[in-house]
């Protein structure tokens, strides 16, 4: 079945320092991932997403490359904020149904 | 962007009471809903996966008699906890999917505390 490991949290880091998490996945065919940021006491915001292969997905100055050679989608950011402190989690889909296989999440905090 | 609610954000009742928590896609029609389940500091565990007009499927392991499901409308999706006991106490989170879509839009996510 399919599957997503990221790297064991918490990770701490001081403002304006690059960020990488790590995603590595296990799927048949050709999944689409996503990375969603989950903020304290609510739901799920999706970050960026890539469907294909060498696709890189970006946002808010975060970035991911899909990378079917290595099966990994990590996650980085050259120069994190405060205001980036949050639960971050890897996710695939690897259905026509859109059903999501999430990572184990990794929590982001950010001191000034 | 999609946006999803869920209502109510918290709930707080007593053991052996029902809960329903409703979820909405307020601006696009959902033809499949999907039901979390969040543990303090864990990944989400889905639930069960609701088609509009249509049984839900549930995972393994999830009691469908427990966790009532109806995706009764394209826009509208419940989950009736039955007979709630103090472990039901979870953080429950819905998201839905837009035909042809693989993006899934998630809700805030309903706090569940069962005295």
């Known amino acids: 079945g399919n599957s997503v490991t990221q790297m064991e949290g918490p990770v701490t880091l001081s403002e304006e320092a690059f960020l990488t998490i790590n995603c590595t996945y296990t799927?048949?065919?050709?999944?689409?991932l996503f990375w969603y940021v989950q903020y304290p006491g609510e739901g799920l915001q999706l970050l960026l997403k890539a469907t294909k292969a060498d696709d890189k997905g970006s946002n808010k100055g975060f970035e991911a490359t899909y990378r079917k050679e290595t099966t990994s989608f990590h996650l980085e950011k050259g120069s994190v904020q405060v205001s980036d402190s949050a639960v971050y989690f890897c996710?695939?889909?690897?259905?026509?149904?859109?059903?999501?296989?999430f990572g184990q999440g990794t929590i982001l905090t950010v001191h000034p | 962007g999609a946006v999803v609610s869920q209502h109510p954000s918290r709930v707080i009742c007593k053991s052996g009471t029902s809960v329903k928590i409703e979820c909405r896609s307020l601006?696009?029609?959902?033809?499949?809903m999907f039901w979390y389940r969040q543990f303090p500091k864990q990944s989400l565990m889905l639930m069960a996966t609701s088609n509009e007009g249509s049984k839900a499927t549930y995972e393994q392991g999830v009691e469908k008699d427990k966790f009532l499901i109806n995706h009764a409308s394209l826009t509208l999706s419940t989950l009736t906890v039955t007979s709630a006991h103090p472990e039901d106490s979870s953080f429950y989170i819905c998201?839905?999917?837009?035909?042809?879509?693989?993006?899934?839009?998630f809700g805030p996510g309903t706090r569940l505390t069962v005295l």
């Open positions: 998201s839905a999917r837009e035909v042809g879509s693989v993006e899934q839009f």
């Open positions: 601006d696009f029609q959902a033809t499949t």
């Open positions: 996710a695939l889909s690897g259905t026509s149904y859109g059903k999501l296989t």
């Open positions: 799927a048949t065919g050709y999944p689409s």
